[in-house]
């Protein structure tokens, strides 16, 4: 008898996320707005804004976005998670 | 329960079936041609003297002057591995084989047949033999099974039980993470020796620390995922060698006995008019050794040009003259043909292509490497909640 002939049972596998948020080096000044990421110097903060969400659950979101242009030319997005107290980037 | 089967220094025991004298004495796997001089796995003698599996060459025969150098054979080590594998799919385990030397299996459709889990264990060791010290673990998650499989004695099976498996983790040693040497050296200047103390730490400033491989080793540490092993599809069984009578590092000539092993593999009549998808083309080398290159294929096909002309540039990276060319067909394509349609229906030959490349990369890449974007809150202000990835494997 063949493997194909035998229809095997699939077992459940995990999704994964996509644009997960990926732990980020960050230095900001005292009121929170960032001056270098992964150790490049910030240029210019372009947007920033705030996301507070899932306040009713145990794992609330509450984050302040910032859409930052580093010194090389590359955008960036970054954000501190406050819940977390830890700074990540993510495509917003 | 998942179960982890684990030979532990593989390839080496696999290199040593042709010299058994030297399973008793220093010894080691030599390095690979072309790379970093570092030594692979070695014999309970050679680490009773201070050798270690990763050292340096030239610190280990400092350390062990007496230490025999063993030629790396992964003809032999696949072969060894593709019978063990075997045996344990001919007592029904559907195996999930992670790299030569460790195997995982899902327990829980068999445990019946041989009257609880310990018995089936058992049976799964039994299957494998003694010659191999084999040993079996059995958990919840699968990194605990192979913890459990890496500390259990040669033919012991060892089950951590749900509640356990933290408590049976914890004190461990931290090398059972799959880390790079210098993080595992920063983590031990920080004083985080065992798994606990790496379970105990806050992910986010792991992984702010040591980046995402960190993160990984902490999750593990905490016992890892719970993704059930996915049974092998048995590689097919279709084999041609052909032996020279005296050593041959001529290309030319190489060159024409491969044409003539794509030619008698290609006529043999199992192969029953499917397309080749992946090929192994081994080499026995003069030294004793032997060299092994797989080739998958973007289009599957049986035309004996396009074959040649795949694997024929493989040759020039044999490293030492050949005794014995063998090519081997690892996997076939599922139909026999294809029933031509007068009027196809628009984008069908790009889905067909499509998938076609799909069946490639999985091919090439294992189960589980490709995944759909699935779209599930489109609408949150949450990025990382718009999508999923979902493994896809049909």
């Given at each position: 008898?063949?493997?194909?002939?035998?229809?095997?049972?699939?077992?459940?596998r995990?999704?994964?996320?996509?644009?997960?948020?990926?732990?980020?080096?960050?230095?900001?000044?005292?009121?929170?707005?960032?001056?270098?990421?992964?150790?490049?110097?910030?240029?210019?903060?372009?947007?920033?804004?705030?996301?507070?969400?899932?306040?009713?659950?145990?794992?609330?979101?509450?984050?302040?976005?910032?859409?930052?242009?580093?010194?090389?030319?590359?955008?960036?997005?970054?954000?501190?998670?406050?819940?977390?107290?830890?700074?990540?980037?993510?495509?917003? | 329960?998942?179960?982890?089967?684990?030979?532990?220094?593989?390839?080496?025991?696999?290199?040593?079936?042709?010299?058994?004298?030297?399973?008793?004495?220093?010894?080691?796997?030599?390095?690979?041609?072309?790379?970093?001089?570092?030594?692979?796995?070695?014999?309970?003698?050679?680490?009773?003297?201070?050798?270690?599996?990763?050292?340096?060459?030239?610190?280990?025969?400092?350390?062990?002057?007496?230490?025999?150098?063993?030629?790396?054979?992964?003809?032999?080590?696949?072969?060894?591995?593709?019978?063990?594998?075997?045996?344990?799919?001919?007592?029904?385990?559907?195996?999930?084989?992670?790299?030569?030397?460790?195997?995982?299996?899902?327990?829980?459709?068999?445990?019946?047949?041989?009257?609880?889990?310990?018995?089936?264990?058992?049976?799964?060791?039994?299957?494998?033999?003694?010659?191999?010290?084999?040993?079996?673990?059995?958990?919840?998650?699968?990194?605990?099974?192979?913890?459990?499989?890496?500390?259990?004695?040669?033919?012991?099976?060892?089950?951590?039980?749900?509640?356990?498996?933290?408590?049976?983790?914890?004190?461990?040693?931290?090398?059972?993470?799959?880390?790079?040497?210098?993080?595992?050296?920063?983590?031990?200047?920080?004083?985080?020796?065992?798994?606990?103390?790496?379970?105990?730490?806050?992910?986010?400033?792991?992984?702010?620390?040591?980046?995402?491989?960190?993160?990984?080793?902490?999750?593990?540490?905490?016992?890892?995922?719970?993704?059930?092993?996915r049974?092998?599809?048995?590689?097919?069984?279709?084999?041609?060698?052909?032996?020279?009578?005296?050593?041959?590092?001529?290309?030319?000539?190489?060159?024409?006995?491969?044409?003539?092993?794509?030619?008698?593999?290609?006529?043999?009549?199992?192969?029953?008019?499917?397309?080749?998808?992946?090929?192994?083309?081994?080499?026995?080398?003069?030294?004793?050794?032997?060299?092994?290159?797989?080739?998958?294929?973007?289009?599957?096909?049986?035309?004996?040009?396009?074959?040649?002309?795949?694997?024929?540039?493989?040759?020039?990276?044999?490293?030492?003259?050949?005794?014995?060319?063998?090519?081997?067909?690892?996997?076939?394509?599922?139909?026999?043909?294809?029933?031509?349609?007068?009027?196809?229906?628009?984008?069908?030959?790009?889905?067909?292509?499509?998938?076609?490349?799909?069946?490639?990369?999985?091919?090439?890449?294992g189960t589980g490497s490709v995944c759909?974007?699935?779209?599930?809150?489109?609408?949150?202000?949450?990025?990382?909640?718009?999508?999923?990835?979902?493994p896809?494997d049909?």
């Amino acid at each position: 008898m063949t493997s194909e002939a035998v229809p095997r049972a699939r077992a459940a596998r995990p999704a994964g996320r996509v644009n997960e948020p990926r732990p980020a080096l960050v230095e900001a000044r005292f009121g929170g707005e960032p001056t270098h990421v992964n150790r490049q110097a910030v240029a210019l903060v372009r947007e920033e804004w705030r996301v507070v969400d899932r306040w009713w659950t145990e794992e609330p979101v509450s984050r302040r976005y910032f859409d930052v242009v580093l010194e090389s030319g590359q955008n960036a997005v970054v954000f501190h998670d406050d819940e977390r107290g830890r700074w990540f980037t993510q495509k917003a | 329960m998942i179960a982890c089967l684990n030979i532990p220094g593989f390839p080496l025991r696999a290199a040593l079936e042709a010299r058994p004298s030297l399973a008793l004495r220093p010894a080691a796997l030599a390095p690979v041609e072309g790379e970093e001089p570092l030594i692979g796995a070695v014999t309970a003698a050679a680490e009773a003297a201070g050798v270690r599996p990763g050292m340096r060459l030239g610190e280990a025969l400092a350390t062990c002057p007496s230490l025999v150098l063993v030629e790396q054979d992964p003809a032999r080590a696949e072969q060894a591995w593709e019978e063990i594998l075997r045996r344990l799919e001919d007592v029904g385990f559907a195996v999930e084989p992670a790299e030569p030397g460790c195997v995982y299996f899902e327990t829980s459709g068999i445990e019946r047949l041989y009257g609880g889990l310990e018995r089936a264990l058992q049976r799964a060791l039994a299957a494998v033999g003694t010659a191999w010290d084999a040993r079996v673990g059995a958990a919840t998650r699968r990194f605990a099974a192979l913890a459990a499989a890496s500390v259990a004695r040669p033919g012991q099976a060892l089950v951590v039980s749900d509640e356990r498996a933290d408590e049976f983790l914890a004190p461990l040693p931290l090398g059972l993470v799959p880390l790079e040497p210098s993080r595992q050296q920063e983590l031990r200047e920080l004083g985080v020796r065992r798994l606990g103390e790496l379970a105990g730490l806050p992910g986010a400033a792991v992984a702010e620390r040591l980046g995402p491989d960190g993160r990984r080793a902490w999750s593990l540490a905490r016992g890892g995922g719970k993704r059930r092993p996915r049974g092998r599809r048995p590689p097919a069984e279709l084999v041609e060698a052909l032996g020279f009578p005296e050593a041959i590092d001529n290309e030319l000539t190489l060159r024409r006995a491969l044409g003539a092993l794509v030619e008698t593999l290609l006529a043999r009549p199992e192969r029953a008019g499917r397309f080749a998808r992946k090929l192994a083309l081994t080499a026995r080398l003069v030294g004793g050794g032997s060299w092994r290159r797989t080739v998958t294929l973007r289009d599957p096909t049986v035309e004996p040009a396009r074959l040649r002309a795949a694997l024929g540039p493989k040759l020039a990276e044999l490293p030492a003259p050949v005794v014995e060319l063998r090519l081997e067909l690892v996997e076939l394509t599922e139909s026999t043909g294809r029933q031509l349609e007068l009027v196809r229906p628009e984008g069908s030959e790009l889905v067909e292509r499509l998938h076609d490349g799909l069946r490639q990369v999985r091919a090439a890449t294992g189960t589980g490497s490709v995944c759909t974007v699935v779209e599930v809150a489109p609408w949150s202000r949450i990025p990382e909640a718009r999508a999923l990835l979902v493994p896809r494997d049909e």
